[in-house]
């Protein structure tokens, strides 16, 4: 039996709690597309390629964009990376040469990842006035099936590991941040503290800090903008903890004051 | 897991192991120690005692837990020549305190829509929450924060926001020595600009009720506190300012190798003597006068709500007593100067204290206990306890995360619930409002029963919240 087939990343983000009109898709159900199959039968699940890597990577959603362009039907988020681009690249074209020989037709235009919110009907100019950038982590490689009504349940996946996690801590915030270096450590803690308060987002810089007292450091002179700015629920990112090398990563045990 | 020695009611000894120059003291009861996880602020107390030149004990108060270096309830006193002084060991919010005042009308004159307006006028008055600094007033300038540093509160009062008499009722008359301006980042100066007058966010609240049980009813009355009356309290601290007074030096310290050896960085310390040591301490000072006169505009604007709306004057509002509880300061114990640090922890000055007005060194000094918004807080008398140097608690502790809490309350509407209690509560964000539920916090009734038992603190009066603001 055929079905409606596509391969996505699933995400988690802060969404807003309100929206212009239009259809919604259900948050746990936003994805951003790999590769679409179309109607199809089932592919093999045992010979799906594992992706060589196992975070989940972070983005950014950084416009709001109505595709097709001609004769706008859905409203997307644009997808700007912050981690794992590469990766997710050179994944999305290893499933491609998975996918082809089993005869799926494909989308050959290049990869311009997009994440859908809604369809039809809807006022673009309300979408464009609403939208801020929105911060991104990926949690999972998923084979979805369409079964209408913007429903995607998924047949198949392989979680990731989140590029932040959050902890207890009895006063204060405290996160697991991941990154392959400390670069990313820093892009994924501004992402963590940015789930939080979303305009802790815009003072995040392109820097690459090489130890944590930098990344920490760097993090503080963020809060200090954003306080002197806009107030900021965070007081400062405390010096505790050090980092611990994991498989091919590092997590550092992030606490923030708030 | 840590060895305790009961050695009297709610009084427990960490024995001293290799490293410490110290034993640890832990005030609490079985009770209160089996509701959170200790062990993670007991290694913190174990931490501290390794810091040179302390002296007597590192102490953990009944509302212990885990803070940054030192645990959050702590106390720890060094020996000025010998000693160091550590931005860890007072905290980010420097001088983050609580003020409490008396209004000379019941419960009656909140009824009807009283209440409600009253909360809306100084949800007006007084900003709270992110982002909501002094829109309407000028931002401080730098003569001003020079006034701030020679006069402290006194600087609030001068520019008509409260009465000389205030000062006499505020710890060290709202004032520490040795603030210096320049020894503050042009990044805190802004931070703090327009941030005078305002609360904040997280678990800082404006707070007003009713004075419900009297346990010393002789001296509630000689400190004119009366059954039934209504009570307002203000909980903030020295806000953007002192964080960054905080990070700033601890930016400097951790550059200057003063971390080295030390088993969490988060303890950084410099020699009291040394030239670093006494810049954080001008700093330091800066924020705590920063801070008073904070807490003081925030009394102006609600002296001016209750004005406003129940034609109160500014004048009937009396200040019964301001504290800090995060704090250095040098004091004399037991004929010894020390520099005492006091993180999450109140200074609790028996009878007889020379820096005390002369009612108080009759009676001994107000402790401010905050609990939670829905079951009470306390006002407590200071015993003078010389094995805490003179400290108590600061307030119940959490029981429960952030996150915990947020979880458990998700989809539930917190403000018609805590309407149900009795208690209306505005906020900024519903979110801070889930965080700070009363259950997110330890039951303060048994942690003042343990701060009494161990001789810290004497219960006075019982105060059960009504109207509640928070960030």
Redesign the interface.
């Known amino acids: 039996m055929e079905k409606r087939l596509f391969i996505g990343l699933s995400v988690e983000a802060p969404w807003p709690h309100s929206y212009p009109k239009g259809r919604m898709l259900e948050e746990n159900g936003r994805h951003i597309t790999l590769a679409f199959l179309g109607n199809v039968k089932m592919p093999d699940f045992k010979t799906f390629p594992k992706p060589p890597f196992q975070l989940g990577g972070a983005a950014l959603a950084s416009s709001v964009v109505f595709l097709p362009k001609l004769k706008p039907r859905v409203v997307a988020y644009q997808i700007d990376w912050i981690s794992g681009k590469e990766e997710m690249i050179a994944y999305r074209q290893e499933l491609y040469r998975w996918l082809e020989p089993q005869g799926y037709s494909l989308d050959q235009r290049p990869f311009h990842p997009h994440l859908t919110i809604a369809r039809s009907p809807f006022v673009e100019k309300d979408w464009e006035t609403h939208f801020h950038p929105l911060p991104l982590i990926v949690t999972g490689i998923h084979l979805y099936e369409s079964i209408g009504n913007l429903r995607y349940p998924t047949l198949f996946s392989i979680p990731l590991i989140p590029i932040f996690e ?8 405290a996160f697991h941040i991941r990154g392959r270096n400390f670069r990313e450590l820093y892009a994924h803690a501004t992402l963590a503290m940015s789930f939080d ?1 979303s305009p802790f987002l815009q003072y995040q810089k392109e820097v690459s800090p090489s130890t944590l ?1 930098e990344v920490v ?1 760097l993090l ?1 002179q963020m ?2 903008s954003c ?2 700015d ?4 965070f ?2 990112v ?3 903890g050090n980092v611990q090398e994991e498989e091919n990563w590092m997590t550092w045990e992030m ?1 923030v ?2 | 897991m840590f060895k305790l020695k009961k050695i009297a009611p709610a009084t427990y000894l960490m024995e001293q192991e290799a490293g410490m120059l110290v034993p640890g003291l832990i005030v609490a009861t079985e009770e209160i120690m089996k509701q959170i996880d200790f062990e993670k602020p007991l290694e913190q107390v174990r931490n501290v005692a390794s810091l040179p030149g302390i002296v007597g004990h590192s102490i953990a108060m009944p509302d212990i837990h885990w803070g940054y270096g030192f645990p959050i309830g702590g106390v720890a006193a060094m020996d000025p020549e010998t000693g160091v002084i550590s931005p860890g060991g007072v905290g980010y919010d420097i001088n983050c305190g609580v003020r409490l005042a008396i209004i000379p009308e019941s419960l009656k004159s909140l009824e009807g829509s009283m209440g409600d307006k009253l909360l809306k006028r100084i949800f007006e008055l007084v900003p709270s929450g992110v982002g909501r600094g002094q829109k309407k007033e000028r931002g401080l300038s730098d003569r001003d924060y020079r006034e701030i540093a020679q006069f402290g509160a006194r600087f609030a009062i001068e520019n008509g926001k409260g009465f000389a008499e205030d000062l006499e009722h505020i710890e060290s008359k709202g004032f520490i020595e040795d603030a210096d301006p320049e020894a503050v980042s042009d990044v805190a100066k802004s931070r703090g600009q327009k941030q005078l007058g305002t609360i904040g966010s997280g678990n800082h609240f404006v707070e007003i009720g009713e004075v419900e049980t009297l346990y010393q009813p002789s001296l509630a009355k000689q400190w004119g506190v009366e059954k039934g009356q209504l009570y307002l309290l203000i909980h903030s601290g020295s806000r953007g300012f002192g964080h960054q007074v905080c990070q700033d030096t601890l930016d400097d310290f951790l550059a200057k190798g003063y971390g080295k050896g030390l088993p969490d960085r988060q303890l950084v310390s410099a020699p009291i003597q040394s030239e670093d040591g006494k810049h954080y301490f001008r700093a330091m000072s800066m924020a705590a006068n920063f801070a008073f006169n904070n807490r003081q505009i925030i009394l102006h604007e609600v002296r001016k709500a209750f004005h406003d709306v129940l034609g109160i004057s500014p004048e009937q509002i009396r200040l019964i007593y301001d504290v800090c509880h995060n704090i250095a300061k040098f004091e004399t114990h037991e004929g010894r100067r020390l520099c005492i640090h006091r993180k999450g922890a109140t200074r609790a000055y028996g009878p007889g204290a020379e820096e005390l007005n002369p009612l108080f060194r009759k009676t001994g000094q107000p402790v401010l206990v905050p609990g939670d918004m829905g079951r009470a807080s306390h006002l407590m008398v200071g015993m003078g306890n010389p094995l805490t140097f003179c400290s108590s608690c600061h307030g119940a502790g959490r029981a429960k995360s952030r996150i915990q809490s947020k979880r458990s309350w998700k989809g539930r509407d917190i403000f018609d619930f805590m309407q149900k209690q009795g208690v209306s509560v505005m906020a900024t964000s519903g979110r801070t409002v889930a965080e700070e539920m009363p259950d997110a916090y330890k039951d303060v009734d048994r942690v003042v029963d343990a701060v009494e038992d161990a001789k810290l603190a004497g219960k006075v009066a019982r105060l059960k919240p009504r109207l509640v603001i928070k960030g």
């Open positions: 959050e902890f207890e801590h009895t006063a204060d915030i308060f007292e450091q503080n809060v200090s306080d002197r806009h107030g900021c629920p007081k400062a405390s010096y505790h606490v004051d708030v």
